[in-house]
């Protein structure tokens, strides 16, 4: 029996990374063991090339760079070879996961073809779209148009509940949803030495206290709660270290920041990091992840903390903490640096509560790609026998 063919469209991808790309990547690896999948997407005209070998096909459109942006725009309607490889590819379904040029392709070909289309909410768009006009107009206005092609699809797949709600109660999403919570490839780490070689790699004591943030070093992140937080915990853990791991535009503030408040000794800038057995091996070492962001939706780094039985404190109301459980899976704070602060240093003062928490966080929140992608697959599966049924129930 000949496999499906799915089509999956981004407008960005490697070897830009961020948390949509590696979903979108971990996705694909384990659908293609089910299904022929291609991704569609952007040729990069600023970075290099990533030659890295992947069991499904990837097909890129020309595009234009935005020099202000890491981003580049897409123009698949003047990509010959693009839409050629498109209308030959035979897809039995459409998936997309950024709504812009190279979706609006994907759909394009689907209403052609009478094929179901899914797409994949990942972003607060009313949110993105303020922040870059500064106008609530123009919110208003991009994101009835994002929307629009959000409703064009069979089914959308939300990341968590908090994602689910955003999009049906406050942008009016119409589209039927489904929640289908991410995961993590980085597995729980078998290196029993891996501690001391951390320790080492970053001139740590073994008695330190860890916190540790990972992502991009951006105000988006809240990253200054954690600092503020660092100063009023050094006053009763003397302990204590917080490693950043990452880079970003803001990492020279930071740093200014830490520097005039006398906390130099406290925070370590590890810089990005992509060698996964040591990610594995801070996460492993670290006692708490540290993720206050507003901006994530969800946030890929607790699930990868998880697999290590390291809990995440993360900020209520926030996508993060949907789906944790304070004091159960992790720990949930307000947006205060004292009451973060009081938190972390709760946390660690109670070893019984906080060991139970760690084993609670690996067995209930930590998650492989493997399942998501299960879900998917049951899913895709659906959505083209119910577009298959309907079809021959109209020729009868």
Known sequence: M????????ID???????????????????????????????????????EI???????????????????????????RSFKKALKESKLDIVYFHSPMAIAKAGIKYAQKHNIPIISHLHSQFKRDFYRATHSKILTNILLKKIIKVF????????V????QNLFINEYKLKAPTVVIPSATDLAPINDKNIVHKINDMFNLKSNDKILTFVGRLNKLKNIDLIIDSVKILKEKLNDVKCLLVGAGKDEP???????????????IFTGKITDKEILKGIYKRSHLLL????????????????????????????????SIIDNITGYISKNSSQEFALKIYNALRDKTKYEEICSNAYNKLYRTWDESANEVNKLIIKLINKKKEKINDKQK
Not at 2 to 9: C, D, S
């Open 53 to 79: 070998e992947r069991p499904y096909h990837i097909i890129k459109s020309k595009s234009i760079p935005i020099f202000f942006l890491d981003y580049d725009l897409p123009t698949p309607t003047f990509d």
């Open 151 to 158: 409703n064009q699809s069979d089914c959308c797949i939300a």
């Open 291 to 322: 993720f206050p962001s507003f901006y994530d939706t969800d946030g890929l780094i607790k699930f990868e903390a998880a697999a290590q039985k390291t809990p995440c404190v993360c900020i209520e109301g926030t996508g993060v903490a949907s």
């Open 253 to 267: 503030y930071f740093r200014k920041k830490i520097q005039k408040s006398n906390l130099g000794e406290f925070f």
């Open 2 to 9: 000949n496999k499906l063919n799915v089509g999956i469209f």
């Open 160 to 163: 968590n509940k908090f994602t």
């Open 12 to 50: 960005t991808y490697y070897p830009m990374i961020d948390g949509v790309i590696t979903v979108v990547d971990n996705l694909a690896k384990n659908l293609s063991k089910d299904f022929n999948v291609i991704v569609f997407t952007t040729k990069s005209v600023k970075r290099k090339k990533c």
